[in-house]
């Protein structure tokens, strides 16, 4: 085997060698100019909703003989209690333990043999229970997601196996440097609301009890918070059938009432000691405008350019000409009516202070004078080609949809997506910088070794534990 794998490799390389001899020396040519790329097209959709207050969307999309179906409820970790982190991901996890109707065995068998899998994920806001099916079976898949969403058997027996799932999940993640920063940077930002409240303690997991997960279920799964998407090939009368058939009989409910937090952010250094650790991990920023402001999308292409792509200003300074660090980054959280903004890196100990230096150097650049045409050109070209690029796909498509419907925007939003975002200017950048990202309000968290950081520090805030 060894051998029929490197003659041709050798065979390549003589001719290669052939190729080099025989042709003329050029002059090297530069590479084509990559294309602008095109507004995004949403797929026509058809809505509906059921007498229930259930929302649908159906949303005839590619040729490849597959649909995937996902239900969105929107209840989430917002939904919890101050005593009840991470209910309604032990929720989520339960559902998927077997139904009145079906073991968890025989979901994922039922699942496998329409060609697809099922999976539960739980947000901040949101619940989805989502399959895949090869097109002949989505009615079937529907009556699946729609059995698993109205009948959790919630198994007793089940529980404490997730319990201990989850426990070693909160303990490694814990154990992480940019979990301990995020969990007290946004323990300052929301410090009376549930997105402050990202990790629960064990003991608050250990005593999740069948009926507390029962008890929420009733209280926040229903037809009225609930909206189901089906996109890909698939027979649009036989499907809206079933939907009707599987979900017209499940309970209204109440709607959604987001909870909308005030978020909170002054400048201070918040040191959490991490003794001989041999990093600092950085956590910085400030609450921002959520996307049903006009100025999301150009604070986006703002942010791709300070720190948010591998070509940004930060990460070229603190990784490619300090080597502070490997990995930084920014970042846009947005969630209903809420965001921030942070960078977040990694960086060696004894550079600590002169990375946080640098970081606040670009956002002041950044407020103090335009960026060149190309630089931003460059950055509109790298947002416009991944925000298409990430629509391409089924889950893609119901991903945006999903999105434009919680935050309550228009399909034109989506389509007039990469207009927008080439219509930022240099000038505007710099306002969006000087309206969004005031150092002056910036909330900062180290994780590290006080011992070696705490003076290093001292220039950037008062230092606060």
Known sequence: MRIHSVRPALAL????????????????????????????????????SLSNGMKVTLVPYGEVPKAQVQLIVRVGNV??????????????????????????????????????????????????????????????????????AQNPSFPAEALERIRADRLRQLSIQLSQPQAQALRKFVSVLYPSHPYGRPFPTPEMLQGFTAEQVRAFYQENFSAARAH??????????????????????????????PSIPSPESGRAVYLVDSPGAVQSTIYLGLPVIDPSNPDYIPLQVTNALLGGSFASRITSNIREQKGYTYSPFSTLSSRYRDAYWAEIADVTTDVTGPALTEIFFEIDRLRGEPPSEEELRGIQNYLAGTFVLQNSSRGGIISQLSFINLHGLGRDWLESYVPRVYEVTPAEVMHIARTY?????????????????????????EIRE
């Open 13 to 48: 390389a003589a001719v290669a060698s052939i190729a080099v001899v025989s042709v003329p020396a050029r002059a090297q040519q530069a590479p084509p100019t990559p294309g602008t790329p095109r507004p995004f097209s949403v797929p026509a959709a058809r809505e509906f």
């Open 228 to 257: 189901l998407y089906v996109a890909g090939r698939f027979d649009e009368v036989a499907t809206e059938q079933a939907i009707r058939a599987a979900f017209e009989g499940w309970e209204a409910g109440s709607e959604s009432m």
């Open 79 to 148: 939904d919890e209690g101050a005593d009840e982190v991470w209910l309604a991901d032990v929720t989520g996890d339960l559902m998927q333990e077997g139904t009145t109707n079906r073991s968890a065995e025989q979901i994922a068998r039922d699942a496998a043999s329409m060609g697809g899998s099922i999976g539960i994920g739980v947000s901040s806001a949101l619940t989805n229970i989502s399959g895949d099916a090869l097109s002949e079976f989505v009615p079937q898949m529907v009556e699946l997601i729609a059995d698993i």
């Open 437 to 461: 990202l005031d150092p002056s309000r910036m909330t900062i968290v180290v994780v590290g070794d006080r011992s070696k950081i705490e003076d290093q520090l001292r220039e950037f805030g």
